[in-house]
C-alpha cells in the first residue's frame, strides 16, 4: 500500500481540516483518533453508536426507534407548554 503524506496546521482551537483526498479515502465523516506510544493514526469510524457506548455507561439501552419517539413526546409537550 502506498503512503501519503500531507501537512496541515492545527489551529489555536486544536483543530485541523483533512485534506479531501484523505477524507475520500477514509470514506467516512466519523474517525477514530487512536494515540499510541508518541504516535497519533486516524482511522474511519463505521458505526458511530458503538463509539458511544462509553456513554451509556449504568444505563438502560434502548432502540433508536424507542429513543426517537420519546424525544418526539418531550419536544411535543415543550412546544405545548410555550403557547
Given at each position: 500500500m502506498a503512503?501519503?503524506?500531507?501537512?496541515?496546521?492545527?489551529s489555536s482551537k486544536?483543530?485541523?481540516?483533512?485534506?479531501?483526498?484523505v477524507r475520500d479515502a477514509l470514506g467516512t465523516d466519523h474517525v477514530r483518533i487512536v494515540y499510541?506510544?508518541?504516535e497519533v493514526r486516524i482511522e474511519p469510524l463505521r458505526?458511530?453508536?458503538?463509539?458511544?457506548?462509553h456513554y451509556l455507561k449504568g444505563r438502560k439501552r434502548s432502540s433508536f426507534?424507542?429513543?426517537r419517539?420519546?424525544?418526539?413526546?418531550?419536544?411535543?409537550?415543550e412546544k405545548h407548554k410555550r403557547r
Open positions: 503512503s501519503t503524506v500531507k501537512t496541515v496546521k492545527v486544536g483543530q485541523i481540516t483533512l485534506p479531501r483526498d499510541t506510544a508518541g458505526d458511530v453508536a458503538g463509539s458511544l457506548a426507534r424507542v429513543a419517539e420519546k424525544a418526539w413526546r418531550a419536544l411535543v409537550r
